[in-house]
């Protein structure tokens, strides 16, 4: 770049700062389309999944009051019909907080029982908490005529109450947040996590699927996005396993709790990256190592 161009774009740049929030949010919609009618959204909190045809508009999750808000009026524009569904993948606030936006709209929430139970666990204030009317105790089919959603609830894994909702036909699934794709995942244990069937989980989904299966991840690593494949499920897998093994060897070995749970990265999984400080490898391991010692409650 010639010099005289340079500090053109550095006034531009300046010039245009004050700019810059507008245009990006007009740029950067948090809608995506998939495919078959399915598609994503993303703003705050756990990924949005969704669905629209000239019958229905299905949402999965619902982020927060505000962006929820932004989703049902931006929906609009793909062309749902008028029976309006949200399904609930699990009870976390960054996944159900915006439940009472979406219910003022009139949409109806399905979710597994253990959902409103849990929510209702976890709250402050219990008598706050817009939970799902309709529940199920393993799966739930909705019939569309062009397309059959089937949610499925496969055991303990992330929560005690996780669900996979698929599109059967599109052949795209959402995984809530049995999915932190490249990132430390939250292990959920007060709420009856279990890595050891957090691992038969992703193997099972997995399989379920095909290789042209699209999966919906509930957070990725931003340099891997929160969309992919069966590989992604199974690479997921083998970190859970590795998490696992690596409790196990240490306590083998008659290694402390604070030795085991001190190491900060592993070799094999380099891309892996903390979505907070809340979440990292040590805390992944200390979940390992009550699952180890103290079983599945
Ligand atoms: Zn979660």
Redesign the pocket.
Known sequence: MKRIDFLKNVALLSAGTALLPKIKLFQDSPFTELRGGTGIFTMRG?TIGWFVSDDVTIAIDSQYAEPAADFISGIDSFGGGPETILINT?H?G??TGGNGTFKESGYRIIAHERVPVLQRQSADDASAIVAAEETFAEQHELDLGNERVHIKYYGRA??SGDSVTWFREANVAHM??LMFNRLYP?I?RGSGASIENWINVLETVAAEGDSDTQYIF?HGNPEFGVTGSADDLLHKRDFLTKLLEHTQEGINAGRSREEITSQESFDEFPDFISPSDFLSLPRNLNVAYQELTEGNG
């Open positions: 756990g699990h976390h960054d996944h992330h929560t809530g947040d939250f959920d509930g």
